[in-house]
C-alpha cells in the first residue's frame, strides 16, 4: 500500500530528475514498473483487430466516412478528429472495417496500459498492476469503444491521459504536469467539447479538496492558457456556426439519442465498466476521498464526483465520464489488493470477478455470435450492436422501390433519411445498386449539401409516421419496408419507405427550418 506519510524519496518531474529528497505531498510512491500490463495491453488489442472485421459498419462509422469527405475544422457534432481518420482508413484501404477500426484498437490497449500506470502511481505492485490492466481490458468501456471507431475511444484515452498527469501533479506537487494536463484535454477538444467538463471537474475537485496553492502555482496558470489557447481553437468553428453542439446537448438531454436520458445514464455507470466491478470503483473512490495518506488524491476522487453530478443532472448520456470510473477502478485495484492479500478465499473472488467480467462482456459487445442469429437480450443491452447488422440489405430495399419508379422519375429522385447512418449506408452500398444520392438533415449531414430544386420525387426512410413528410410533400404513399432479412431489433429494420411527390415549397425554403434536427 503506501507508505507513512513522512518518507523521503527523489522523485522523477517532467523535465528532470531532482537533486535533492523531496517529499511526496500524497505520502504515496509509485509501484515497481511491470510489464505484465504490456501484455494484458498487446492481447485486447489483438482480440479488437480479430474481431474487427465481423459484422458490418456502425451507423456512426457510416457518417464518419462521409464526413470525411467533406473535411472541415468543425462539425455539429464533433470536432474533426475522427472523420479525419475514417479519411485516412478509407483512403489506404478503402472499404476495409480492419484498416477503419486499427486505430480504436490501438486506442484500447493504450487505455489498458494508461489505467495500470495510474494504479502503479497510487503504489500498486507488479501483481496489482496486471490486475487494474485485466480489470481496464475487461471493461465495457474498453471493449465497446474499441471494437468501433468512435469519438468515444478517443475520449476514454484522453482522459485517461489527463488523470495519469494529474496524479503525477498531485504526486509530487510539481506544477510542470499541469502542462502535459492542458495540452492532452487541449488536444482532445479537436475531437469532442468534453474535455472541458473534465477540466471543470479538476478544479473543483482542487477548490474542494485542495492542495489550493495548486490553483495559484505559476505552471498552473500557464497550463490555463495553454488550455484556454488549444480550446479557442478548436471552439473557433463552434463559434463561426452558432455553437450547434448547444441543441446536440439539448437533445440528448431530452432523452432523443441512444443512451440518453438521467435514468438510463444513472443505470449506464453501474454496467458500463460491468456490474461485478462496480464494488472496486465504489472501494476506490471512497479511498480516495477517506484514506489518510491518500489525501493528496482526493482532488480526483471530487472531481469524479462533480463530473458525474454534471453529466446526470444536464441529462447526458452515462458514458461522458465512464474514463472516471476507470480511475476509481484503478484505485480500487490497489484497495482489493491489500483487501485480498493474505486470503486465498478473497484472491479466488478478485479472479472470478476478472473472469466473469470478461465472459459477460465479451458476449455482450464483441461480434461473436452469429449475426443472424443474435439474441434479442444482446441488443436490448448492447443497442450498437444492432446497428453494424444489415446495412447492404437496408440499400437493396431502397433498390427496391427506386427500381419500380418509371424511368423518368427515377432520373431525378433523390433519397431523404432521418438519420445520418442511413444516408451514409447509401453512399456506401447505394452505388452498385443503381441508387441516387442520399440527403439528410441531421447533424452536419445537413450541411453536406442539399437535394437539388427540381428533385420532386423523393424515396424517404427513416420516418415511422408520414405526419412531417405531408408537411413537404403533396403526395406521400407508403411503397415498402426495410427487410434486413436478419431478425434484429434496430432502429431500421421494418421500418416503412415512403415515396413522396410534390414539393409544396422550394427545398432552400424547408431545408435549414425545417429539415434541419440534431440528435
Known sequence: MGPADNVTVTTATPQSRNRTAKPHPTGSVPGPRATAPWLVAGAVALVLLASAPRYGYHRDELYFLLAGRHLDWG??????????????????????????????????????????????????????????????????????????????????????????CTVRLLRTGDGRWALAVALVLGVGMFN??????????????????????????????????????????????????????????????????????????????????????????????????????????????????????????????????????????AAGAVVAAGWSARSRVRQGLLVAVVVLTAASNAVLLLPLLPADRMPGFVVAVNYDAGETIGWPAFA????????????????????????????????????????????????????????PADADVVIAVGWPRPDRLQAWFTDVTLAGRVDQRVAVENDENGGPIWLCRGLRRPWADIWDTEVRHTG
Open 192 to 329: 469532442k467539447l468534453l474535455p472541458a467538463l473534465l477540466a471543470v471537474g479538476l478544479v473543483a475537485g482542487l477548490a474542494i479538496a485542495g492542495p489550493r496553492r495548486l490553483l495559484r502555482d505559476r505552471w498552473v496558470l500557464t497550463a490555463t492558457g495553454l488550455f484556454a489557447l488549444l480550446a479557442a481553437a478548436s471552439l473557433a468553428w463552434q463559434a463561426a456556426h452558432g455553437f450547434p453542439q448547444l441543441g446536440v446537448a439539448a437533445t440528448i438531454a431530452d432523452g432523443d439519442s441512444s443512451y440518453s436520458g438521467r435514468l438510463d445514464a444513472l443505470f449506464l455507470h453501474f454496467v458500463i465498466i460491468g456490474p461485478f466491478v462496480v464494488p472496486l470503483w465504489v472501494a476506490g473512490l471512497v479511498a480516495l476521498l477517506k484514506r489518510p495518506h491518500w489525501r493528496g488524491y482526493r482532488t480526483l476522487g471530487w472531481a469524479a464526483v462533480v463530473v458525474a453530478g454534471i453529466v446526470l443532472l444536464a441529462g447526458g448520456k452515462g458514458y461522458y465520464d465512464a474514463p472516471l470510473l476507470l480511475v476509481l477502478t
Open 396 to 451: 437493396d430495399s431502397l433498390a427496391a422501390v427506386h427500381r419500380d419508379l418509371p424511368a423518368e422519375e427515377q432520373a431525378r429522385a433523390v433519397i431523404l433519411t432521418a438519420n445520418y447512418g442511413e444516408a451514409g449506408a447509401v453512399a456506401r452500398y447505394g452505388p452498385p445498386r443503381g441508387l441516387p444520392t442520399a440527403y439528410s438533415g441531421h447533424n452536419s449531414m445537413a450541411d453536406f449539401g442539399r437535394p
Open 75 to 164: 462539425y455539429v457534432d464533433q470536432g474533426p478528429l475522427v472523420p479525419a481518420l475514417a479519411r485516412l482508413a478509407d483512403t489506404l484501404a478503402p472499404g476495409s472495417l480492419l484498416a477503419l477500426r486499427t486505430p480504436s484498437a490501438l486506442l484500447a490497449g493504450g487505455a489498458v496500459l494508461l489505467v495500470a500506470a495510474i494504479a502503479r502511481q497510487f503504489g500498486a505492485d507488479r501483481r496489482t498492476q496486471m490486475f487494474a490492466a485485466l480489470l481496464g481490458a475487461t471493461s465495457g468501456i474498453v471493449l465497446a469503444t474499441g471494437h468501433l471507431l468512435s469519438t468515444s475511444t478517443v475520449d476514454l484515452v484522453v482522459w485517461l491521459a489527463a488523470a495519469l
